[in-house]
């Protein structure tokens, strides 16, 4: 069983920057993918950026170009770095871990407010 912990959400205005970490513990074993989701109010959760354990990153189109996420296994965490945000930005993040046989573990979100 791994336990994800999210950290780094908050209130910026529109252009600014924030860094999310998510960090693991427990049983950790071969994770395969980590990955960065959101959902807004009223809206199905989304993808936003993803990395595999070979180091291959994927990114939503919306956030090309402005989040990289990221990765330290020595530390067991995954962490996105979000830039030039948006209004529309705005949402709970989640993290996601997924092993080699399809588990996923999820955080408990952060939240992530943007500004006009």
């Known amino acids: 069983q791994v336990q994800l912990v999210e950290s780094g959400g908050g209130l910026v205005q529109a252009g600014g920057s924030l860094r999310l970490s998510c960090a693991a513990s427990?049983?950790?074993?071969?994770?395969?993918?980590m990955g960065w989701y959101r959902q807004a109010p009223g809206k199905q959760r989304e993808l936003v950026a993803s990395i595999t354990s070979g180091g291959s990153t994927n990114y939503a189109e919306s956030v090309k170009g402005r989040f990289t996420i990221s990765r330290d296994n020595a530390k067991n965490t995954v962490y996105l770095q979000m830039n030039s945000l948006k209004p529309e930005d705005t949402a709970v993040y989640y993290c996601?871990?997924?092993?080699?046989?399809?588990?996923?573990?999820w955080g408990q979100g952060t939240q992530v407010t943007v500004s006009s």
């Open positions: 427990g049983n950790i074993f071969r994770i395969k993918t």
């Open positions: 996601n871990f997924m092993n080699l046989l399809g588990t996923s573990s």
